[in-house]
């Protein structure tokens, strides 16, 4: 009979413990870093496929209504509202206009976020929106937004608000970081930060002039000034 008594057992000393605990935090840390990466980089892409979405359609559409052809797009005010041929609120979707030469730049850009009310903000846990549709400035948005304003004469975003689309201004910008070109202290951040996409007729630095040159009815076309509409489902 062998006599086991005899055989040792060589283990792990302390110090090779450490070092090889020390190893899988590295690797471990190293790995966290690239998965990062690799998820901001993934959300990005989604993100910036879905913003070319929306600047399609609103290049479509802006050609479409501009020429006095049918659009795909029915009018929803900034309330939610469907807008009917007599202009008036309806709360059924089959009564509700297209977009047509006398839609409003708010309205529209409206009915832009609601028509891609699904795209969701990439970088958000919860489903918070990725359009939103307001007169922040560019420093309060957040990465994974997609930011449409009018912007048709000095004063900031909101300004014709109330241009009809063939003679409007508006932007389209999307964020990839917080804050945009901001997000460097000297507002010189590129491409990787943000990409803005303008739409529409010429700035005008009077608003007399602009509203002359855009043929605003109030009546018609509703406020030159856009109200600053949060959307509440947004993250700011």
């Known amino acids: 009979m062998k006599n086991y008594s005899n ?7 302390l110090v ?3 070092v090889v605990v020390a190893i899988i935090a590295v690797l471990a840390g190293v790995g966290l870093v690239s998965y990062k990466e690799y998820t901001d980089s993934s959300r990005k892409k989604v993100l910036e496929q879905n913003w070319n979405v929306v600047v399609r359609a609103m290049e479509n559409e802006t050609l479409i209504v501009s020429n006095y052809l049918g659009s795909a797009i ?4 900034k309330d939610g509202d469907w807008i009917d041929e007599s202009g008036d609120v309806t709360a059924n979707e089959a009564d509700a206009r297209f977009i047509n030469t006398e839609t409003s730049c708010l309205t529209f850009l409206h009915s ?4 891609f009310i699904t795209f969701k903000n990439p970088w958000q846990d919860s489903p918070k929106v990725s359009i939103t549709v307001d007169t922040e400035g560019q420093a309060n948005h957040k990465r994974g937004q997609i930011h449409l304003t009018c912007y048709k004469n000095s004063g900031g975003f909101g300004e014709g608000s109330g241009c009809p689309i ?4 508006y932007y389209s910008i999307v964020y990839f970081e ?3 070109r901001w997000f460097q202290a000297d507002g010189m951040c590129g491409d990787e930060c ?3 996409k303008v739409f529409g007729s010429d700035y005008i630095i009077s608003s007399t002039d602009a509203k002359l040159d855009c043929r605003w009815d109030q009546d018609t076309h509703g406020e030159w000034k856009q109200v600053n509409d949060i959307n509440p489902d947004a993250d700011y």
């Open 74 to 77: 029915k009018e929803i005010d």
């Open 16 to 18: 090779e413990l450490l």
């Open 194 to 196: 943000q990409k803005i």
């Open 166 to 169: 063939p003679n409007a201004r």
């Open 112 to 115: 832009i976020k609601n028509h």
């Open 178 to 180: 917080d804050a945009g």
């Open 7 to 13: 055989y040792k057992i060589n283990g792990f000393s």
